[in-house]
T-cell receptor, first 115, second 115 residues
Framework: GENVEQHPSTLSVQEGDSAVIKCTYS??????FPWYKQELGKRPQLIID?????GEKKDQRIAVTLNKTAKHFSLHITETQPEDSAVYFC??????????????FGQGTILTVHP | DAGVTQSPTHLIKTRGQQVTLRCSPK?????VSWYQQALGQGPQFIFQ???????QRGNFPDRFSGHQFPNYSSELNVNALLLGDSALYLC??????????????FGPGTRLLVL
């Protein structure tokens, strides 16, 4: 089955700096890669996603890049703000078939943005 | 537009007992997945339901079972509770025929503590 590795496990930055979180996946058939933000005691919230037919996607301060050949994808947050502090999870899911819709998550990255 | 809802929010049980958790999907969604999130880890897929049937299952024992009702809501049942079942149980819903069928939205979760 799919395996997703996420790094780093913790990331501390100063307000205004950029933050980058990286994930690698094992199943070359996976074709959908969402990123979720989870604040303490709250639900995971989808912040951005990318499909395998796209190499990069941007939404304001957040961007995701995908390298299908190397089987890795990254989350980039620019101009970080204290409210960006949370746990971020990457995930992957394969295309149609017996595993369709099953998200495999990384271990999470605790991002702390210092004012 | 109502999002994904779950009940109860918190639950305390003792070893050996049984528990039922409930989920109502986001309006317009027909597919429900359940995830277990242990403290400090990413969510792990338990199973997925659509058309009132379990369609795929993660690496969880038969003590974990579920049901989906005609109105698309779902229940997760766990029998013979173990201490290790203590976790946040998340429900996620999606719409299979939307064109963005991979996108899943999470509920707030039910935090289960087994003593």
């Amino acid at each position: 089955g799919e395996n997703v590795e996420q790094h780093p496990s913790t990331l501390s930055v100063q307000e205004g700096d950029s933050a980058v979180i990286k994930c690698t996946y094992s199943d070359s058939a996976s074709n959908y890669f969402p990123w979720y933000k989870q604040e303490l005691g709250k639900r995971p919230q989808l912040i951005i996603d990318i499909r395998s037919n796209v190499g990069e996607k941007k939404d304001q301060r957040i961007a995701v890049t995908l390298n299908k050949t190397a089987k890795h994808f990254s989350l980039h947050i620019t101009e970080t703000q204290p409210e960006d502090s949370a746990v971020y999870f990457c995930a992957a899911t394969p295309p149609g078939g017996t595993s369709y819709g099953k998200l495999t998550f990384g271990q999470g990255t605790i991002l702390t943005v210092h004012p | 537009d109502a999002g994904v809802t779950q009940s109860p929010t918190h639950l305390i049980k003792t070893r050996g007992q049984q528990v039922t958790l409930r989920c109502s999907p986001k309006s317009g969604h027909d597919t429900v997945s359940w995830y277990q999130q242990a403290l400090g880890q990413g969510p792990q897929f338990i199973f997925q339901y659509y058309e009132e049937e379990e369609r795929q299952r993660g690496n969880f024992p038969d003590r974990f079972s579920g049901h989906q009702f005609p109105n698309y809501s779902s229940e997760l049942n766990v029998n013979a509770l173990l201490l290790g079942d203590s976790a946040l149980y998340l429900c996620a819903s999606r719409q299979r025929t939307s064109g963005r069928e991979e996108t899943q939205y999470f509920g707030p979760g039910t935090r289960l503590l087994v003593l």
